[in-house]
């Protein structure tokens, strides 16, 4: 069973930068690919990053690629996405999810509680 903890979220204002953590324990993080999901209000789910297990691969949706980066520390069992240029209507609740088949087939078995990232005008 694995756990995932969000942190890193808050109010920034458009242009601005965030980096957040999503920080595994109770299992081998190693073995699991990662991916970022956000919830805008009023509207579903969107997949927007994800990355292997090793870090060698890695998707980023169209609305975040050239301004989002997702990276991973295996040794620290955290994976990151890194937000630049960030634009209001980025503004959602933002999950991590975790699964061995996550970046191949997009099954997650592990979510996280979501962190807010609101981006001011």
């Known amino acids: 069973q694995v756990q995932l903890v969000e942190s890193g979220g808050g109010l920034v204002q458009a242009g601005g930068s965030l980096r957040l953590s999503c920080a595994a324990s109770?299992?081998?993080?190693?073995?699991?690919?990662v991916g970022w999901f956000r919830r805008a209000p009023g509207k579903e789910r969107k997949y927007i990053a994800a990355i292997s297990s090793s870090g060698g691969n890695s998707y980023l949706a169209d609305s975040v690629e050239g301004r989002f980066t997702i990276s991973r520390d295996n040794a620290k069992n955290t994976v990151y996405l890194q937000m630049n240029s960030l634009k209001p209507e980025d503004t959602a609740i933002y999950y991590c999810?975790?699964?061995?088949?996550?970046?191949?087939?997009?099954?997650?078995?592990?979510w996280g509680q979501g962190t807010q990232v609101t981006v001011s005008s």
């Open positions: 109770g299992g081998t993080f190693s073995n699991y690919a």
């Open positions: 999810a975790a699964g061995i088949r996550g970046l191949s087939q997009g099954i997650y078995d592990y």
